[in-house]
DNA sequence: GCGCAAACTTGCGTGCACGCAATATTTGTT
DNA sequence: AACAAATATTGCGTGCACGCAAGTTTGCGC
């Protein structure tokens, strides 16, 4: 079921994105961002510019999938994963730490904190956890139809967000004025206390769905 | 404060962009989103293109202005404006909904209905709320500094995007088996339940200010 | 194997977004 | 009132996204 479409298609099709991707990714970083244009990536790629757009939307995106590729639905699997009695807020800042912790391509990650672009990119990319996610909560809540899940999954995107936001931001300026202004910690630290925010509703989530029968 | 820009030079660059999204909105109501060309609105708004782009970056954006417009701020405004002693939790969605409610150019949502690319332009700038908030709950946290406004503020947002989602996806297919899906209710309705997912995060971060000695 | 239908690729054309540098307008100052 | 600094507008050039209508490949039933 977790692939439907058949065999040599669907590969050959997985094959070219994963080389677009790459090249996109190999080609900024050798020649800079800016300088890369969609047509010599295509061509690095073995492909014709049309149809590179056919798998990417944008130079940005291709570029940032080469970091972030499937991690979205990885999330989502490393959340049904879990055993079903553990706290669903536990069970999804596991999940979510476990699948942005891991050391990826440092000197790409380096690439997109240099260019604005690029981490807008990079940010709206996660939001592509929201889909799968709301599909594994909502199994978690009991396959309620409701659109709760759909809205915590969200929030759920929303708080990564932030957390990568605070993230990339370079530490920049002196501090604002009061030294309110943490210097961003580390990234797990920096999801694990924006996703702290929303455990009470994602409690609360759980407490009634467990009042309600299983289907 | 509000205005910090001095007289004449904000004032006629608000009334650029205001001509600008309302000729967007006129004439892809007069001849349909697709026949509508970026030259056609920056002549009919008496801009060059290239002024037009400066106040906008898409076409839809432009159209899709003319029903948000300053909706976004208006909501923190709103929040700001209810009395300190009232729940976040119930300020936030009686904000939310005053400015979600009033009943806008309904010819002009239909519009938006019509195009998916118009529709994604119109949830895109729900997001548009999440700065503002952002600053008005942290102030009624107190404050504090934290990230925890800026994640609740997301949230918020993206609760918001699910309602709208939910409200614009028209009714369409037979509903799925079990008979599960509920057939979009009203927006208002749509919102309530959104917001009321969160609502034990933002009573639980209104607690934890509560404790906290205010500034 | 054969051939048809569905799915993918490609080239072309159009409209668009945006950097850049020159020009025009506004504003605060003397 | 005149000037200088700040800020907006405009034209131009480049690269890009994407609809469309061929052409090509893959999958499947016979």
């Known amino acids: 079921m977790t692939t439907r479409r058949t065999g040599l298609r669907e590969q050959k099709k997985q094959a070219t994105r994963v080389a677009l991707r790459e090249a996109a990714l190999r080609l900024a970083l050798q020649h800079g961002p800016d300088n890369v244009r969609v047509d010599d ?4 790629a073995g492909v014709s510019p049309r ?3 056919n798998y990417f939307s944008s130079r940005e995106q291709a570029i940032v999938a080469a970091v972030t590729a499937e991690r979205e639905s990885r999330v989502a699997a490393a959340l049904a994963a879990r055993p079903a009695r553990t706290r669903l807020a536990d069970a999804l800042t596991e999940a979510i730490l476990e699948q942005y912790t891991e050391p990826r391509d440092h000197e790409a990650l380096l690439l997109i904190t240099t260019s604005p672009t690029l981490r807008e990119a990079f940010l709206d ?3 592509a956890v929201e889909h799968p996610l709301a599909a ?4 978690r809540l009991g396959d309620t139809g ?3 899940a759909r809205v915590l999954a969200a929030s759920v995107a929303a708080a990564v967000r932030v957390a990568l936001q ?3 931001q370079p530490p920049a300026a002196p501090l604002t004025a009061g030294g309110l202004v943490v210097p961003s910690g580390s990234l797990p630290d920096l999801l694990r206390s924006a ?3 929303l455990a009470p509703a994602l409690d609360a989530a759980e407490e009634q769905a467990q009042q309600r029968p299983r289907r």
Do not use: F, G, K, S
């Open 195 to 197: 996703l702290a925010a």
């Open 146 to 148: 409701t659109p709760v």
């Open 166 to 168: 605070q993230w990339l």
């Open 125 to 127: 990319a996660a939001a």
């Open 51 to 53: 149809t590179y757009n």
């Open 41 to 44: 990536i295509a061509e690095a």
């Open 136 to 139: 594994a909560i909502d199994q």
